[in-house]
């Protein structure tokens, strides 16, 4: 099921997601709802000929390890993922690399590079897989010279405790490498975000990823069970340990620290026997209410599901456009909803259960019986096989529209139950009134995908048209995101699901932790790194740079 | 399966467990098996008349609320339910109890109690259900005035989203509280700690508790989805969230906090539908190695069950005993052991499970499947159903053997699953070998109850002799803790699974966080309680008072 074909060395593309040679275009069923939708492309933003400037580095310190002034490494490294990085980078106007780059290859490293900036004024961006989207590995804005940490050298199984299921990871081991070590061994981590072929597990602790399959393995932080992290201050080692109640529980003060509170150099993560059978069910269930209702009930049912995804009746209609629905499972979608008479409605939803045969069969077996009380009628498998197969390619699909004028960008929050629909309506709504050109408009598709006990993530997806020049397309950008936190604030639900803050999220992040929750966490990022040497514009610093 | 008749008010004992009229007593095979172990009894530390000092209260600044100076009430309230709190409790010999005890009616009266007390060197200890075992009530022993903040006017349930199963209570709600409030909706919030009669929300959350049902339901810190604090900087609202991403989690700050980050005032927890059945089947596996793999095999299997109890062969032998097996059941174990010629190895595990009547008869069907291939042997539902029944009563047994001149104690950890059975051996010989005294030994048997995907705790009960005098007891209970203390850093386990860190627990606290680990919090508690008003020996404070 997962593309585990990783021996070949693939070469990062510059200025898009993933990999050279990897492309996932959209289809022409696509192209005419956008344009129906949205209006015709822009100015195409292509990403064939990136220029690749040749700034001069600032002064660094000495460093006792070796440091890279090369202009296309010091380029790939100056931003993350996010829509704006990507348009600049194609347009050539990233005006602000790192000085250099640094490639420690274990802790010591690490502590001896953060020594030798100590009292001189550099900062320091530790980079994992680099596939931020909310500006959280880019090159910090001030006059000082900034140090890249690429910890792509530390990207190794460490230390494997199989009686246990526990399974110590350098921080830049990425998604393939980390199944693949594992798997030699039995075991499966069972964390897939989408970035999964690209992110690194320091990545997902430091911003508290959570995968597709959440349902049924957790967040990345159920996964993490102990941490070593090495600060300005000193090193921190959070001994590994299934649970306590010795105090806070420090562990979950560096999840989410995007490196505030140190760099982790090492993840203690809890494992699992690799399941023998992946299977995932589709259905369509009459409209989005009926649809959450059977959401929460299988989860309230304790029914041992590994994911669960219901698509609102916009990303239903265009879920078949963009490929994820077979060629026979589109007129299925148009027939049941002639037959029913809900034009618009209805809403698709996926579960998948994972483990032996008999718990997969017995687990979808209970899951059919609950939603058959909410009238879902089956899709069968054909849905849930494409949806695995390209579960990580979709991220392509930026780049293709980009290349012909459109850009698109998704955004996630999370909230209780009684609160999904009003917020989902809410930010929908918030992003298609949010440009102010005058026949501008934004298309939004939206689903859940990471349900929980008492509530859900909400996964939306925006699309509109490219503007004359990069400035005016990244401002529309600025004021979709601006108006969807906006939204997102005043429903009462978080920032962000599973993207982090970064340096965009953090003008919202007071809403979610008040004033004297931010100044309870500075004071400890205080204590770990007082000159501010580690990525010092995330999480803590309010400052709107969605326009840099 | 629970006592919910709380109808009528019962009367907290003072110098012991539970209420006023009710009782453990041991069998006298029990009494036979301590002489046997441990020796014959010691001086009786009789809790009939418990002497109460008239003690002057110190000065007090002007509260803007009623604060009682009773003797009782002000006795009652210095210390918690540890072993030594109980025997100076007996004996007459608590010199220190808080100058007056205040209880405010909501947040706003919590903020002017800390507003009265700011800068006035007073010290406010937050008491819930008053069931600390590790000192964490205590009065603290410096000069100071000290007010003891009883909540128990704030306990109540105040909300409930019935669509998100989200239930916001007073800190001071008691266990039957908590599930009668719920019941009358169709809902139960799962946490069953063996305090659960006395204990409190705001207690639970400040010591990170865990329920006897945590394989099923989760910890507290599951089930906390947003928390009110009012520290001495101000006021802390944490909103409700299934999950986030934004930056580091603070409820988990707060939680484990045990005062020392502020007072809980509110916490909206997680609840779920009621079961309509709970069923516990019991078995005997053949030696605590297949037991343990047992345990282990069912929580990566990922069968459903609420709860999963594995005693070591020791606890087996006296569970007869003690009464946890029933008069048939003695026999049938004694048999069996005949049977397999593995006279003391034989283990009693417990597996239960609920929900709805088929999934509870499908999850116990997986079970059973699983464990036979660990050469177990079923044991019906008696003992089960017997365990339920007593499951709250166990701690009178302290009190019914402190009467008759023995002591008892328990102690709790957890660990990796490749540490556990060392963990297991060490902590019992370190607990078997502390007492100074040529003829002075302590028996201890040990069960595991919360089992993890990674690891389980380790739940030791040990038993000694009362030796002549307060201080001499209190030395031996010292010593014993002292050694499993120690016993348990050197093994890489925790200083506590569930019971939290109190007073007792402090000097063994750096060994987990490391010193760099205690500043990061001691600098967020700098920025909460900068005059150290509230419960200022606790968590942080590593200085030695076992034997205050």
Chains 1, 2 share one sequence.
Request: aromatic residues 6%; contains cysteine.
């Amino acid at each position: 099921m997962l593309p585990m074909k990783q021996s070949e060395k693939r070469t990062r593309r510059l200025g898009g997601w993933g990999f050279e040679g990897e492309d996932f275009e959209p289809s022409e069923q696509l192209l005419t709802w956008l344009t129906k939708r949205v209006g015709p492309a822009g100015p195409p933003l292509r990403g064939d000929k990136i220029p690749i400037p040749d700034l001069k580095p600032r002064a660094l310190p000495e460093i006792p390890l070796e440091v890279t002034f090369d202009s296309r490494d010091r380029l790939f490294h100056a931003r993350g993922q996010g829509l704006p990085d990507i348009i600049r980078l194609r347009t050539g106007t990233v005006n602000a690399v790192p000085d250099g780059i640094v490639r420690p290859s274990n802790s010591r490293e690490v502590e001896a590079v953060l020594a030798a900036c100590r009292g001189r004024g550099i900062r320091i961006v530790p980079w994992g897989g680099g596939t931020s989207v909310t500006g959280g590995v880019n090159r910090p804005s001030g006059d000082e010279s900034v140090l890249c940490m690429e910890l792509e050298r530390m990207a190794d199984l460490v230390d494997l405790d199989t009686a246990s299921g526990l399974a110590v990871f350098g921080p830049g081991t990425t998604g393939p490498k980390v199944e693949l070590s594992l798997a030699e061994h039995g075991f499966t981590l069972g964390h897939f975000p989408q970035s999964w072929e690209l992110a690194t597990v320091g990545g997902w602790v430091a911003t508290r990823s959570s995968g597709q399959e959440s349902l049924g393995y957790g967040r990345i932080e159920d996964m993490v069970a102990g941490l070593e992290v090495v600060s300005p201050s000193g090193r921190l080692h959070l001994p590994t340990l299934p649970a306590s109640a010795a105090g806070p529980d420090l562990r979950q003060l560096i999840m989410g620290s995007e490196g505030r509170l140190g760099i982790i150099t090492q993840a203690t993560l809890r494992v699992r026997p690799r399941p023998q059978l992946t299977n995932v069910d589709a259905y369509l269930v009459p409209n989005i209410n009926r649809g959450l209702d059977a959401v929460r009930d299988l989860v309230w049912a304790g029914i041992p599901l590994s994911m669960a995804r219901l698509s609102d009746p916009q990303e239903t209609t265009v879920a078949m456009a963009i490929g994820l629905g077979s060629s026979s499972f589109a007129p299925l979608v148009q027939g049941y909803l002639r037959l029913r008479g809900i034009r618009n409605d209805g809403c698709m939803m996926l579960v998948g259960a994972n483990g032996r045969p008999e718990i997969v069969g017995d687990t979808l077996a209970g899951a059919r019986s609950i939603l058959s009380t909410h009238r879902a009628v089956s899709l069968g498998r054909r849905p849930g096989r494409h949806w695995l197969r390209d579960r990580f390619r979709h991220p392509y699909l930026r780049e293709a529209l980009l290349d012909r004028g459109w850009a698109t960008d998704t955004l996630e929050t999370a909230v209780p139950w009684s609160k999904t629909l009003a917020t989902r309506e809410k930010v929908v709504s918030a992003l298609e009134n949010a440009l102010s050109g005058e026949n501008e408009r934004a298309a939004v598709l939206c689903h859940i995908s990471h349900p929980y006990i008492d509530g859900t993530s909400l996964y939306f997806t925006f699309f509109f048209r490219c503007a004359s020049d990069t400035d005016a397309t990244i401002s529309r950008w600025a004021q979709l995101k601006r108006a969807a936190s906006e939204a997102l604030v005043n429903c009462g639900a978080t920032i962000t699901h599973h993207h982090g803050i970064g340096v965009w999220h953090a003008p919202w992040l007071k809403a979610e932790t008040g004033e004297l929750g931010l100044e309870m966490l500075s004071a400890a990022v205080q204590r770990m790194d007082p000159e501010r040497i580690l990525n010092p514009e995330v999480l803590l610093d309010p400052t709107d740079r969605l326009e840099v």
